[in-house]
């Protein structure tokens, strides 16, 4: 039997491709002329970040940087800062993607080892892990009219994640010492954290502001064994450029500090009682965009016999946005002649949303001051969860507001973390799309009326079909809310 019928296409972006890289890479590192030779390291740390993306058709390119901190003594036991920046690059084969897919990634420093091959050159390796996510149009042919049918039309809430995004934020603050403080013979480490301020969205363009604290360690100039602190915040913007966006959309952006150089400088007299910090902080955005989709996921011809095909479609169907702050706790154990911790630096690494809980680790770095006066460096991880009551997939953002810690009498260092967290979470779900119904010369067998004995939950959906009646005309016909039963009914099957 020839039917009219007309044809659609669905499409929407889709999760194509995702993976965890590791990244391992060796460095030679020779120290400036004007630095002190080495005679023991203290404390090496490098922090990593992505700057761009190239994607094409089978490969996926991230570029970024290292910035390797270094403090250590010199032969007359005076401590010394060096720091060094590489860049790095990593190629990940992928099958073949469209014109229209992009990337969200992210990097995570996992460990840095250090061997000292002379006194001036330090060979180092880092270990980190980049996650990639490729996100594509995928598209879906639907039925979307045919003569002499009744159609099931499905509304589902999408998630849509729409655009990704890597921007950096140069910033250049300088401030002085206040009368308090000794002025600087040498800065020996600094250690920071960025947080989120806002995010505001406008048609293809977002307003990005953060703000910044810095720790800074340094010898006092009265004293080269004395070692000061300081602490600096600020608060910096930008507004960066993104097709396709728009005000309604959401936004999730995790931000860190990129390359960050503190140098001390005099002014006004010979001591040195200003600091000037200049570097970037990494902004990585993913913005979503929720609406309303209609699918004919079914179909009839009432009186006849058809042939339906479907095809398959992936969808994440909205669940909600997560938004508080949250409080971290965390343990290190120190060395038995540990007095006091001069620095403490917090990263989060790797989150993960599995199994209704949220997952991550916190990365925990801190220089101590020994009984004898000398300073250990002290490293370790600890993993930490939230519950997720919503979705069985997200994305996610975190953002240490502020942290503070105590010393306890069982040579441990016990740390309270105030994070900000954002998750945005979604189901993962398959849609059956009507791509094709085709009738049969068979007529099929209906009476005139029938009386059908319905449990509940049956879909009236599915009785009229079966029976090749019209849903409107049963629901009507039995005085019916919706679609769905909500308990045993007789109910009336008129004929069409």
């Avoid at 401590?79 to 993607?97: G, M, N, Q, R, W």
């Avoid at 006004?268 to 990494?282: A, C, H, P, R, Y």
């Avoid at 599915?462 to 029976?467: E, Q, R, T, V």
Wanted: glycine fraction near 4%.
């Amino acid at each position: 039997m020839d039917i009219q019928k007309d044809y659609s296409c669905v499409e929407h972006n889709n999760k194509v491709f995702s993976k965890a890289v590791e990244v391992e890479a060796d460095y030679q590192e020779t120290l400036p002329a004007y630095c002190d030779d080495i005679f023991r390291v203290v404390k090496c740390i490098g922090r990593s970040y992505i700057t761009s993306t190239d994607i094409s058709y089978n490969e996926i390119k991230v570029f970024g940087k290292l910035e390797i901190c270094l403090t250590y003594y010199n032969e007359n036991s005076k401590l010394c800062y060096a720091d060094f920046e590489e860049d790095f690059s990593k190629t990940v084969s992928v099958d073949e993607i469209g014109d229209s897919a992009f990337v969200c990634v992210d990097i995570y420093d996992k460990y840095t080892n250090f061997r000292v091959i002379n006194q001036r050159r330090i060979d180092v390796h880092n270990s980190g892990v980049i996650f990639l996510s490729i996100y594509d149009k995928i598209k879906c042919p639907q039925v979307c009219s045919c003569e002499n049918s009744k159609l099931r039309y499905q509304n589902f809430k999408i998630a849509d994640v729409i655009s990704s995004d890597i921007s950096r934020i140069e910033f250049d603050e300088e401030f002085s010492l206040t009368s308090s403080n000794e002025a600087i013979n040498r800065i020996i480490s600094w250690s920071a954290f960025a947080s989120l301020s806002e995010i505001k969205i406008i048609k293809d363009k977002a307003l990005i502001k953060a703000s910044v604290t810095v720790n800074i360690l340094y010898t006092a100039d009265n004293s080269e064994e004395n070692v000061e602190k300081l602490q600096y915040s600020f608060n910096t913007s930008k507004i960066i450029d993104c097709l396709g966006i728009n005000e309604d959309d959401i936004s999730l952006s995790n931000i860190s500090v990129g390359s960050m150089f503190v140098k001390g400088k005099a002014s006004g007299s010979d001591k040195v009682n200003t600091v000037d910090i200049f570097g970037e902080l990494s902004v990585r955005t993913v913005f979503i965009r929720e609406y309303e989709q209609q699918y004919i996921t079914d179909g009839y011809i009432p009186g006849a016999v058809t042939d339906n095909s479907f095809s398959e479609y992936k969808i994440s169907e909205a669940a909600g946005v997560i938004s508080e702050n949250k409080i971290v706790n965390a343990s290190v154990a120190l060395p038995d002649d540990v007095s006091t911790v001069l620095e403490l630096s917090l990263v989060c690494s790797e989150p993960s949303l599995k199994n209704g809980k949220l997952l991550s680790k916190l990365i925990i770095n801190a220089l101590c001051l020994s009984e004898s006066g000398e300073l250990v460096s002290v490293a370790s991880g600890d993993e930490f969860s939230m519950p997720v009551n919503s979705g069985n997939d997200g994305l996610c953002a975190f953002s240490i507001n502020s942290y503070d810690y105590t010393l306890t009498d069982r040579n441990a260092m016990d740390i309270r973390v105030n994070m900000k967290t954002d998750i945005y979470t979604f189901n993962n779900k398959t849609v059956n799309i009507l791509s094709d119904i085709v009738a049969t010369d068979e007529k099929k067998e209906t009476s005139t009326m029938t009386v059908y004995f319905a449990k509940a939950n049956e879909s009236v959906w599915d009785i009229a079909k079966s029976f090749s009646s019209d849903i409107d005309m049963i629901i009507n016909e039995n005085s019916l809310n919706s679609d769905k039963l909500d308990a045993d009914k007789v109910l009336i099957i008129p004929r069409v």
